[in-house]
Protein backbone atom coordinates (compact mmCIF):
# COMPACT_ATOMS: atom_id res chain seq x y z
CA UNK A 1 0.00 0.00 0.00
CA UNK A 2 4.00 1.65 6.04
CA UNK A 3 1.29 1.40 8.38
CA UNK A 4 -0.79 0.53 5.49
CA UNK A 5 0.63 2.02 2.63
CA UNK A 6 4.38 1.38 3.02
CA UNK A 7 4.96 -1.20 0.39
CA UNK A 8 8.17 -3.43 0.13
CA UNK A 9 9.81 -3.86 -3.30
CA UNK A 10 12.21 -4.20 -5.26
CA UNK A 11 12.49 -8.24 -6.00
CA UNK A 12 14.28 -7.58 -9.81
CA UNK A 13 14.18 -10.68 -11.34
CA UNK A 14 15.89 -9.18 -14.29
CA UNK A 15 19.28 -6.85 -13.04
CA UNK A 16 20.33 -6.61 -9.63
CA UNK A 17 20.42 -3.15 -7.57
CA UNK A 18 23.60 -1.88 -7.42
CA UNK A 19 25.75 -1.62 -4.78
CA UNK A 20 25.57 2.42 -5.27
CA UNK A 21 21.82 2.54 -4.67
CA UNK A 22 20.72 0.16 -2.25
CA UNK A 23 17.50 -1.59 -1.95
CA UNK A 24 16.36 0.76 0.81
CA UNK A 25 16.17 4.02 -1.47
CA UNK A 26 13.77 1.78 -3.77
CA UNK A 27 11.14 1.88 -0.97
CA UNK A 28 11.14 5.21 -0.98
CA UNK A 29 10.64 5.30 -4.56
CA UNK A 30 7.91 3.37 -4.86
CA UNK A 31 6.13 5.20 -1.88
CA UNK A 32 4.73 7.87 -3.37
CA UNK A 33 4.38 8.10 -7.34
CA UNK A 34 4.46 4.39 -7.85
CA UNK A 35 0.94 4.08 -5.53
CA UNK A 36 -2.30 5.63 -6.33
CA UNK A 37 -3.07 8.12 -3.17
CA UNK A 38 -6.72 6.38 -3.23
CA UNK A 39 -5.09 3.81 -1.23
CA UNK A 40 -2.83 5.23 0.84
CA UNK A 41 -5.88 7.76 1.72
CA UNK A 42 -8.24 5.07 2.03
CA UNK A 43 -5.70 2.53 4.49
CA UNK A 44 -4.98 6.27 6.46
CA UNK A 45 -8.26 6.94 6.93
CA UNK A 46 -8.84 3.43 8.42
CA UNK A 47 -6.32 3.53 10.64
CA UNK A 48 -7.25 6.85 12.21
CA UNK A 49 -10.62 5.74 12.36
CA UNK A 50 -10.20 2.46 14.54
CA UNK A 51 -7.11 2.90 16.04
CA UNK A 52 -5.77 -0.79 15.43
CA UNK A 53 -2.37 -0.80 17.17
CA UNK A 54 -3.62 -2.78 20.06
CA UNK A 55 -2.47 -5.29 22.29
CA UNK A 56 -3.98 -8.11 20.04
CA UNK A 57 -2.38 -11.32 20.29
CA UNK A 58 -4.67 -12.96 17.77
CA UNK A 59 -3.34 -15.20 15.08
CA UNK A 60 -3.80 -14.81 11.24
CA UNK A 61 -5.73 -17.84 11.19
CA UNK A 62 -8.24 -15.95 13.47
CA UNK A 63 -8.49 -13.08 11.36
CA UNK A 64 -9.62 -15.33 8.61
CA UNK A 65 -12.18 -16.88 10.22
CA UNK A 66 -13.84 -13.54 11.16
CA UNK A 67 -13.71 -12.04 7.59
CA UNK A 68 -16.14 -15.84 6.71
CA UNK A 69 -18.26 -15.29 9.21
CA UNK A 70 -18.42 -12.10 10.68
CA UNK A 71 -20.96 -9.85 10.14
CA UNK A 72 -21.93 -6.43 8.72
CA UNK A 73 -18.78 -3.98 9.05
CA UNK A 74 -16.56 -6.18 10.94
CA UNK A 75 -15.79 -8.56 7.84
CA UNK A 76 -14.39 -5.94 6.09
CA UNK A 77 -12.28 -4.78 9.35
CA UNK A 78 -11.28 -7.89 10.03
CA UNK A 79 -9.56 -8.29 6.32
CA UNK A 80 -7.79 -4.81 7.30
CA UNK A 81 -6.59 -5.74 10.48
CA UNK A 82 -5.55 -9.49 8.67
CA UNK A 83 -3.30 -6.67 6.19
CA UNK A 84 -1.84 -5.78 8.69
CA UNK A 85 -0.84 -8.89 10.90
CA UNK A 86 0.69 -9.72 7.76
CA UNK A 87 2.48 -6.85 6.79
CA UNK A 88 4.28 -6.73 10.60
CA UNK A 89 5.08 -10.38 10.67
CA UNK A 90 5.36 -11.46 7.46
CA UNK A 91 4.84 -13.96 5.30
CA UNK A 92 7.27 -16.41 6.75
CA UNK A 93 6.19 -19.21 9.60
CA UNK A 94 2.68 -19.13 8.49
CA UNK A 95 0.36 -21.85 8.47
CA UNK A 96 1.06 -23.43 4.66
CA UNK A 97 -2.77 -23.42 4.29
CA UNK A 98 -3.61 -19.90 4.71
CA UNK A 99 -2.97 -18.92 1.55
CA UNK A 100 -5.04 -21.19 -0.05
CA UNK A 101 -7.84 -20.38 2.35
CA UNK A 102 -7.32 -16.60 2.31
CA UNK A 103 -7.29 -16.90 -2.02
CA UNK A 104 -10.76 -19.26 -1.81
CA UNK A 105 -12.11 -16.28 0.84
CA UNK A 106 -11.19 -13.90 -1.53
CA UNK A 107 -13.31 -15.31 -4.47
CA UNK A 108 -15.98 -16.07 -2.38
CA UNK A 109 -15.99 -12.57 -1.40
CA UNK A 110 -16.69 -10.89 -4.92
CA UNK A 111 -20.65 -9.86 -4.64
CA UNK A 112 -20.04 -8.78 -1.25
CA UNK A 113 -18.83 -5.51 0.60
CA UNK A 114 -15.76 -4.37 -2.07
CA UNK A 115 -13.73 -3.38 0.97
CA UNK A 116 -13.50 -7.08 1.91
CA UNK A 117 -12.14 -8.10 -1.32
CA UNK A 118 -10.10 -5.04 -1.16
CA UNK A 119 -7.85 -5.76 2.30
CA UNK A 120 -8.32 -9.37 1.40
CA UNK A 121 -6.02 -8.89 -1.59
CA UNK A 122 -3.75 -6.48 0.20
CA UNK A 123 -3.25 -9.25 2.24
CA UNK A 124 -2.59 -12.01 -0.20
CA UNK A 125 0.03 -9.83 -1.80
CA UNK A 126 1.82 -9.10 1.66
CA UNK A 127 1.20 -13.13 2.35
CA UNK A 128 3.62 -13.82 -0.55
CA UNK A 129 1.97 -17.55 -1.64
CA UNK A 130 1.51 -17.79 -5.57
CA UNK A 131 -1.42 -19.19 -4.87
CA UNK A 132 -3.11 -16.34 -4.91
CA UNK A 133 -1.96 -15.01 -8.66
CA UNK A 134 -4.76 -16.64 -10.54
CA UNK A 135 -7.44 -15.59 -8.63
CA UNK A 136 -6.39 -12.13 -8.27
CA UNK A 137 -5.54 -12.33 -12.13
CA UNK A 138 -9.40 -13.48 -12.73
CA UNK A 139 -10.63 -10.33 -10.89
CA UNK A 140 -8.85 -7.45 -12.96
CA UNK A 141 -12.53 -7.23 -14.44
CA UNK A 142 -13.75 -6.35 -11.07
CA UNK A 143 -16.54 -3.97 -11.22
CA UNK A 144 -15.57 -1.95 -8.48
CA UNK A 145 -12.46 0.93 -10.05
CA UNK A 146 -10.79 1.05 -6.09
CA UNK A 147 -10.74 -3.33 -5.95
CA UNK A 148 -9.32 -3.25 -9.60
CA UNK A 149 -6.06 -1.20 -7.59
CA UNK A 150 -6.01 -3.48 -5.20
CA UNK A 151 -5.76 -6.27 -7.28
CA UNK A 152 -2.76 -4.81 -9.79
CA UNK A 153 -0.68 -3.92 -6.51
CA UNK A 154 -1.17 -7.39 -5.24
CA UNK A 155 -0.03 -8.76 -8.54
CA UNK A 156 3.11 -6.81 -8.55
CA UNK A 157 3.67 -7.80 -4.93
CA UNK A 158 3.92 -11.37 -5.50
CA UNK A 159 6.49 -10.93 -7.93
CA UNK A 160 5.30 -13.79 -10.47
CA UNK A 161 5.90 -12.77 -14.18
CA UNK A 162 2.52 -14.78 -15.23
CA UNK A 163 0.28 -11.40 -14.41
CA UNK A 164 2.95 -9.40 -16.99
CA UNK A 165 0.68 -9.76 -19.73
CA UNK A 166 -2.80 -9.51 -18.67
CA UNK A 167 -1.40 -6.42 -16.84
CA UNK A 168 -0.33 -4.78 -20.33
CA UNK A 169 -4.09 -5.91 -21.98
CA UNK A 170 -5.26 -3.73 -19.21
CA UNK A 171 -2.84 -0.86 -19.30
CA UNK A 172 -4.49 1.07 -22.03
CA UNK A 173 -7.71 1.71 -19.40
CA UNK A 174 -8.96 5.50 -19.28
CA UNK A 175 -8.51 5.13 -15.59
CA UNK A 176 -5.16 7.04 -14.64
CA UNK A 177 -5.19 5.92 -11.33
CA UNK A 178 -5.35 2.16 -12.73
CA UNK A 179 -3.01 3.13 -15.50
CA UNK A 180 -0.38 4.59 -13.02
CA UNK A 181 -1.28 1.35 -10.62
CA UNK A 182 -0.09 -1.22 -13.40
CA UNK A 183 2.77 0.63 -14.21
CA UNK A 184 4.20 0.43 -10.67
CA UNK A 185 3.10 -3.00 -10.53
CA UNK A 186 5.17 -3.05 -13.96
CA UNK A 187 8.01 -2.19 -12.54
CA UNK A 188 7.90 -4.31 -9.83
CA UNK A 189 7.81 -7.31 -12.09
CA UNK A 190 10.85 -6.55 -13.81
CA UNK A 191 10.21 -8.29 -16.90
CA UNK A 192 11.44 -7.16 -20.22
CA UNK A 193 7.79 -7.04 -22.32
CA UNK A 194 6.82 -4.59 -19.95
CA UNK A 195 9.53 -2.11 -21.41
CA UNK A 196 8.12 -0.92 -24.70
CA UNK A 197 4.55 -0.36 -22.86
CA UNK A 198 6.68 1.63 -19.92
CA UNK A 199 8.38 3.84 -23.09
CA UNK A 200 4.76 4.41 -24.73
CA UNK A 201 3.22 5.77 -21.26
CA UNK A 202 6.30 8.69 -21.12
CA UNK A 203 3.80 10.48 -23.55
CA UNK A 204 0.67 9.42 -21.45
CA UNK A 205 -1.99 12.47 -20.75
CA UNK A 206 -1.56 12.73 -16.98
CA UNK A 207 1.68 13.68 -15.47
CA UNK A 208 2.00 11.43 -12.53
CA UNK A 209 1.83 8.06 -15.05
CA UNK A 210 4.75 10.20 -16.77
CA UNK A 211 6.28 10.08 -13.64
CA UNK A 212 5.65 6.72 -13.09
CA UNK A 213 6.87 5.27 -16.37
CA UNK A 214 9.92 7.29 -16.03
CA UNK A 215 10.71 5.60 -12.63
CA UNK A 216 9.60 2.22 -13.67
CA UNK A 217 12.57 2.34 -16.72
CA UNK A 218 15.40 3.47 -14.79
CA UNK A 219 14.41 0.63 -12.46
CA UNK A 220 15.62 -1.57 -16.02
CA UNK A 221 18.52 0.66 -16.21
CA UNK A 222 16.44 2.27 -19.71
CA UNK A 223 17.49 5.93 -19.93
CA UNK A 224 14.39 6.22 -22.01
CA UNK A 225 12.41 8.31 -19.33
CA UNK A 226 15.41 10.57 -19.09
CA UNK A 227 13.33 13.76 -20.33
CA UNK A 228 10.77 13.10 -18.17
CA UNK A 229 13.07 12.90 -15.08
CA UNK A 230 15.21 16.12 -15.58
CA UNK A 231 11.13 17.84 -15.41
CA UNK A 232 10.43 16.11 -12.21
CA UNK A 233 13.98 17.45 -11.16
CA UNK A 234 12.83 21.01 -12.33
CA UNK A 235 11.58 22.87 -8.94
CA UNK A 236 10.67 25.76 -10.91
CA UNK A 237 8.84 23.31 -13.98
CA UNK A 238 7.10 21.79 -11.11
CA UNK A 239 5.75 24.66 -9.34
CA UNK A 240 3.39 25.09 -12.10
CA UNK A 241 1.89 21.72 -11.41
CA UNK A 242 -1.61 21.91 -10.23
CA UNK A 243 -1.50 18.00 -10.19
CA UNK A 244 0.63 17.98 -6.91
CA UNK A 245 0.90 19.80 -3.71
CA UNK A 246 4.22 20.23 -2.03
CA UNK A 247 4.91 17.43 -0.35
CA UNK A 248 4.57 15.79 -3.27
CA UNK A 249 6.58 17.71 -5.81
CA UNK A 250 8.93 17.17 -3.18
CA UNK A 251 8.91 13.67 -3.10
CA UNK A 252 9.02 13.39 -6.52
CA UNK A 253 12.49 15.06 -6.49
CA UNK A 254 13.64 13.04 -4.37
CA UNK A 255 12.79 9.70 -6.59
CA UNK A 256 13.70 11.46 -9.59
CA UNK A 257 16.92 11.82 -8.07
CA UNK A 258 17.59 8.05 -7.17
CA UNK A 259 16.32 7.33 -10.41
CA UNK A 260 18.92 9.39 -12.08
CA UNK A 261 21.66 8.48 -9.80
CA UNK A 262 20.74 4.62 -10.57
CA UNK A 263 21.17 5.52 -14.36
CA UNK A 264 24.31 7.29 -13.38
CA UNK A 265 22.74 10.83 -15.58
CA UNK A 266 25.95 12.72 -16.12
CA UNK A 267 23.57 14.95 -18.03
CA UNK A 268 21.80 15.73 -14.60
CA UNK A 269 24.58 17.33 -13.04
CA UNK A 270 23.49 21.02 -13.25
CA UNK A 271 19.85 20.28 -12.27
CA UNK A 272 21.61 18.56 -9.10
CA UNK A 273 23.70 21.44 -8.27
CA UNK A 274 20.73 23.92 -8.36
CA UNK A 275 18.90 21.36 -6.10
CA UNK A 276 21.85 20.73 -3.69
CA UNK A 277 22.29 24.40 -2.92
CA UNK A 278 19.12 26.09 -3.82
CA UNK A 279 16.14 23.52 -2.76
CA UNK A 280 13.81 24.92 -0.22
CA UNK A 281 13.50 21.43 1.03
CA UNK A 282 16.69 20.08 3.13
CA UNK A 283 16.10 16.45 2.08
CA UNK A 284 15.69 17.04 -1.01
CA UNK A 285 19.55 19.11 -1.17
CA UNK A 286 20.88 16.02 0.51
CA UNK A 287 19.57 13.46 -1.96
CA UNK A 288 20.98 15.71 -4.71
CA UNK A 289 24.64 15.58 -2.94
CA UNK A 290 24.45 12.23 -2.52
CA UNK A 291 23.80 11.84 -6.01
CA UNK A 292 26.63 13.68 -7.52
CA UNK A 293 28.88 11.53 -5.33
CA UNK A 294 27.53 8.92 -7.52
CA UNK A 295 27.43 10.41 -11.08
CA UNK A 296 30.93 10.46 -13.37
Known sequence: MPDMEEKERMEGAIIEEPVEVPKSSWVLVAQFFFVPLIIVGLCVGVFMLFGLITGETRTAREYLEEVKAGKGNRRWQAAYELSKYLNYRGHKQMDPRLGRDLSSAFVSARDDDPR??????????????????????????????????????????????????????????????????????????????????????????????????????????????????????????????????????????????RAVALLKDSSARPLLEILSKEDPDIEVRSAALDALKRIP
Do not use: C
Not at 146 to 172: I, M, N
Not at 186 to 208: H, T, W
Open 116 to 257: VRQYLALAMGRLQDKSAVEPLIQSLDDSNPETRLYVVSALGDLGDTRAVEPLLKLLQNSDHDLRKMIIYSLGLLQDKRAIPELQAALNDSRQDVRWNAALALARFRDSSGVEVLHQMLDRKSLSESAEANESQKSEAIKNAV
